[in-house]
């Protein structure tokens, strides 16, 4: 499903040049729950920001479901991405205008579903999250848990083919993680292609591969 | 996904009610003003688009040049009329028109008192005209035959108002009689309608012209000669299509080539005879228009440019407080991306945001404009009742205006809040990260900053264009004119022998009562907008002098009722007749004589053949308003050219002494009609427009200073909003309250000192051609500056310390711990 070649990336500094990533080289297969490992500035939410299509390397090779990322425009980028890809972000980020339902509904609306599939679609998620009672509230009265499984819900309402996580459970509750965590891990148990990043060894264990990254470079990549 | 917006925009709006209010009350105040200009700039450039034949209507008018310059005139010596109307085959139509402002008397059929009597109102004017006329201007007729309406002598068209106040029914009226300025007896041959309001042909009556060749002396109608001349005798004519225009001129150039040579006149003059459009009419100050309100396109510019400067102003506000708020909306753009929006998408929705509040500012607009147009009448001549919000034409404007401002003040903060990047936007410590120094963030920052400059560069030239035109105006007032203008009452009489011969009688009533000090008899005020010009020499014996000299007909009395005074000499002695004359200092000064002693008792020519003795030389003063310089004059007594009266009056119970000048004039000519006024309000008239135009500074100058300091308002909520935290550190550190608002006062006051610096130099440039139009005119000095800088400066302080004062009193506790 994935598959990077030589991925770099590099911040110029006037003539000096600071790498964040280099000669990244690994595959995701479809149906994976990949964890990125690593300390803090060693790379990793940008290489997930890369798979995410938000940024760009500056060289190497990404082709995603055999498609060359790399030679694609913004507006092409853009495409493959609101219709293949779901996030999953540490602060939830929801729109704090807009309360709980209309929050799931947004990808839908950029996708152009009919309104009442849109409703259905919805329901679904509230119903599986178990939120149905909350769909009038505000992101500002429900706690980072509950936020975080709108966070989630959101993400997966258009059902992408890809789940990006970064740190997911970075700002909650061990319990709330945990909960955050058994979810990501009947996601997949789905089918879905779930990639995360954390820093946390016990919640990298829910999932089926380990890559760990230090200084921009591939460290070790195993199966669990 | 519009309904989603919808109600992202309705949040967000809500959630920023301060910065909501100040961007739709400032949006609000900019349309309503553009609205309000919208309404004069409409109503003057519809000015006599009435007229069917709109773009075939010429009027003949004459260039005038010579040594000491040019002139335009609208008058038509007789025979220029007559050659004019023979020589040009593109005329389809010719007439002759002379204005008046007669007064009009229903007689009693028994020979009693008139049953009737009527001033004609002042906005509107009565014509001289000849049949061709009504095809001219294609004028139907609600009664009466249009071809034989105007034939003959002692003919008159009524408007339908007219009919009614007289007769009381338009059908009523015809056939009737009306006596026109009690000496001419009128029948009442047609009807017409009513002129409307925007037209500079705001018909009271129209007159056969036959009835003024009939009454010529009594009209002072002029001698059939080429060198007589009065801007009120003109004429129009109707080309046989619009695209003659340059072929007709052509022929009217060479109209009295030969004629006008042969009357002499002064040294190296040329009179060249022009058509005038009549779309030309309503706009060129240069020529004479009866109503007087001539607007210059240049004026109407000036004004919506002025508009525009005001609305442009209330979107700078709304571009830097959504770019200032922009941080806090970087996570919904973060987001929106990641979900796949498309930077086009997001633009819209940005759009879409700044349309809502636009349509909000635009009700709340047109609410205050509505409310304001009564005020209209400080600035223009357009009525108040004139259709405005009902007229399709207006929201036409309106929508044009809201997409205009839509685009305007949404485009550059779209722009910059969907340009944000969903990495950085996302990160965690967005705020910090954007505010602290991010390159899109300076460049933002330049932006709010020159924006801030501008709006207070216009508002201080606003300020300054205030001051200079206040302080003209009271310089006008204050100023010496070299008579007395205050508490003399006058009016204007017939000058037939019937009226004449009562006037002793009048004048001996008038000097009994209480409150009348003197009376005087005059052909024209010291003050007014005539002129009458003569050729002259001196001595008596030798050539006319190298230019013409002014006169008025005065008697003894005018001396002491508008208190003028001599420098040599006596005034004139009580005489009927022209036997001695008062001279100014501008004449002698123009002659080269310095000592006014030295002309007392010698005789100078006037015309070519009348010599007169020289009594005394009288002190100068402005025979017109201050726009024009002083012109040499004579004053000599002549009863057959008195037409006013002016009376100079005790001050106290102003009300009860006019009453009984009416009262006695009333007694006196029972069949006339009396119409009298202050003097002093005659001379404020002649300075309308730059009241007006005081008053458009003021108005508008204050609406722009509102604006500026609501965006400032909002600027420094923000800038108190965003240093929460180091303003709580310095407070813990030890700060004073009054450094802290200091500190946050001194980024503001700086951009407004850059402004003054910028506003200055255009005020400045502006006001002195302003300036220059008047003759005398007070100096823009440092201190018009100093004061305007001042003012904008302290106001500008006055908006920023609310808020600072706020944020420095805040507890510093509470700022640090919520980190």
């Known amino acids: 499903m994935i598959i990077l070649k030589d991925i770099e990336r590099y911040y110029s500094n006037g003539a000096q040049r600071t790498w964040v990533l280099r000669k990244i080289n690994f595959t995701v297969k479809k149906g994976e729950f990949v964890t990125i490992m690593g300390p803090s500035g060693s790379g990793k939410s940008t290489l997930l920001n890369i798979i995410g299509m938000l940024d760009k390397p500056d060289s190497g090779e990404y ?69 149905v009672g909350k769909k009038d509230l505000f992101p500002s009265q429900l706690s980072g848990g509950q936020q975080q499984l709108v966070g989630i819900a959101r993400a997966i309402v258009a059902k992408p083919k890809l789940l990006l996580a970064d740190e997911p459970t970075g700002n909650l509750h061990t319990s709330q993680g945990e909960m955050t965590m058994d979810l990501l891990r009947t996601l997949h148990g789905e089918g879905m292609t779930v990639i995360q990043v954390t820093h946390n060894e016990k919640f990298a264990a829910y999932g089926t591969r380990v890559i760990q990254i230090e200084d921009g470079f591939v460290r070790s990549d195993s199966n669990v | ?77 007789l025979p220029a009329a007559n050659a004019v109307e023979q020589a040009v085959p593109q005329f389809e139509e010719f007439s002759r028109s002379r204005d008046a402002w007669p007064t009009l008397t229903v007689p009693d059929p028994n020979g009693g008192a008139p049953l009737k009597k009527f001033n004609q109102p002042d906005d509107m004017v009565s014509f001289f005209v000849e049949p061709a006329y009504l095809k001219i201007f294609k004028l139907k007729l609600l009664e009466g035959d249009p071809n034989t309406a105007l034939r003959d002598n002692g003919s008159v068209i009524l408007t339908k108002k007219w009919a009614e106040k007289c007769f009381g029914d338009a059908h009523a009226a015809m056939s009737q009689t009306v006596i026109m300025d009690n000496l001419v007896t009128l029948t009442v041959r047609g009807v017409m309608a009513e002129m409307p309001a925007n037209c500079d042909f705001p018909i009271g009556c129209l007159i056969s012209y036959a009835t003024l060749e009939a009454n010529s002396r009594n009209y002072f109608y002029g001698e059939d000669n080429w060198g007589a001349c009065s801007s009120n005798n003109q004429a129009f004519a109707l080309l046989k299509s619009a695209d003659q225009l340059t072929a007709a001129n052509e022929v009217v150039r060479t109209v009295g080539e030969k004629e006008y040579k042969m009357e002499g006149g002064l040294e190296n003059e040329q009179k060249v005879h022009e058509l005038q459009p009549l779309s030309d009419l309503h706009y060129n100050a240069e020529l004479y228009n009866p109503t007087g309100r001539i607007v210059t396109k240049n004026r109407l510019r000036i004004l919506s440019f002025i508009g525009l400067l005001v609305l442009a102003m209330a979107c700078f506000n709304f571009i830097n407080l959504s770019t200032a708020q922009a941080t806090q909306r970087a996570k919904e753009v973060g987001v929106r991306k990641t979900l796949g929006v498309s930077k086009g998408q997001l633009i819209g929705q940005f759009m879409g945001e700044t349309a809502t509040v636009t349509v909000i500012s635009v009700l709340l607009g047109l609410t205050l404009a509505v409310l304001c147009l009564p005020l209209l009448k400080l600035i223009s001549d357009v009525p108040a009742d004139a259709p405005f919000v009902m007229l399709l034409q207006t929201w036409g404007f309106i929508a044009a205006m809201a997409v205009a401002v839509t685009l305007l003040a949404g485009f550059y903060p779209s722009i910059v809040l969907a340009g944000f990047d969903p990495i950085e936007a996302l990160k965690t410590n967005t705020m910090s990260r954007l505010t602290a120094g991010s390159f899109l963030m300076k460049k933002q920052g330049l932006v709010r900053e020159g924006l801030v400059v501008l709006q207070f560069a216009i508002a201080s030239a606003f300020i300054v264009g205030t001051i200079v035109t206040l302080s003209q105006l009271e310089y006008i007032r204050q100023k010496d004119l070299g008579f007395d203008k205050n508490l003399v009452y006058s009016f204007n009489f017939n000058s037939d022998s019937a009226s004449m011969a009562k006037m002793p009688v009048l004048r001996q009533q008038l000097l009994q009562l209480p409150a009348v000090e003197s009376v005087s008899l005059c052909s024209d005020q010291p003050s007014s907008g005539n002129t009458w010009a003569n050729n002259f020499a001196f001595p008596a014996s030798g050539e006319d002098a190298p230019f013409n000299v002014s006169l008025k007909y005065a008697d003894a009395s005018y001396q002491k009722t508008y208190g003028l005074r001599l420098v040599a000499g006596k005034w004139l002695e009580p005489s009927d007749t022209l036997k001695e004359v008062v001279v100014n200092q501008t004449l002698l000064r123009k002659l080269g004589i310095s000592n006014p002693d030295e002309v007392v008792g010698q005789e100078l020519r006037i015309g070519s053949r009348r010599k007169v003795r020289i009594s005394g030389v009288v002190e100068d003063f402005h025979s017109h308003s201050i726009h024009q310089p002083l012109e040499p004059m004579l004053i000599g007594s002549r009863k057959i050219y008195y037409n006013w009266a002016g009376i100079k009056i005790k001050p106290d119970n102003l009300a009860a002494t006019t009453a009984a000048i009416q009262k006695a004039y009333d007694e006196v000519y029972p069949e006339q009609v009396f119409s009298g006024s202050f003097f002093d309000e005659t001379i404020a008239q002649f300075y309308e427009d730059e009241k007006r135009f005081s008053n458009t500074c003021k108005g508008f100058g204050l609406l722009a200073v509102f604006i500026a300091c609501l965006g400032l308002f909002g600027l420094s909520i923000h800038a108190a909003s965003r240093r929460t935290k180091e303003i709580g550190v310095r407070k813990v550190l030890g700060a004073s309250i009054s450094s802290i608002t200091g500190l946050l006062a001194r980024d503001f006051l700086k951009l407004v000192l850059i402004s003054l610096v910028v506003g200055f130099p255009i005020a400045w440039y502006f006001m002195d051609k302003w300036l220059a139009d008047f003759t005398f005119h007070v100096d823009m000095n440092w201190a018009v500056f100093a004061i305007a800088g001042f003012a904008a400066m302290a106001v500008a302080f006055l908006t920023i310390s609310f808020q600072s004062v706020k944020a420095a009193l805040a507890n510093p506790v509470k700022s640090l711990r919520s980190e």
């Open chain 1, 63 to 131: 082709f995603f479901l055999d498609e060359p990322v790399h030679n694609f425009n913004e507006k092409r980028r853009t495409e493959l991405h609101k219709h293949t890809i779901g996030f999953v972000f540490q602060a939830y980020h929801l729109i704090d205008e807009l309360n709980v339902y209309e929050n799931i509904e947004m990808p839908l609306l950029y996708r152009g579903v009919s309104k009442s599939e849109r409703q259905s679609m919805v329901a679904d998620m509230l119903d599986r999250f178990n939120i």
């Open chain 2, 1 to 77: 996904m519009f309904q989603n917006n919808l109600k992202i925009v309705w949040r967000t709006l809500r959630k920023n009610s301060t910065y909501s209010l100040i961007n739709v009350v400032g949006l609000a105040i900019g349309m309503a003003a553009v609205l309000l200009i919208y309404r004069i700039v409409d109503f003057e450039l519809g000015f006599n688009k009435n007229f069917e034949n709109y773009d075939r209507i010429v009027r003949v008018v004459r260039h005038d040049r010579n040594a000491e310059g040019e002139n335009w005139t609208t008058c038509m010596p």
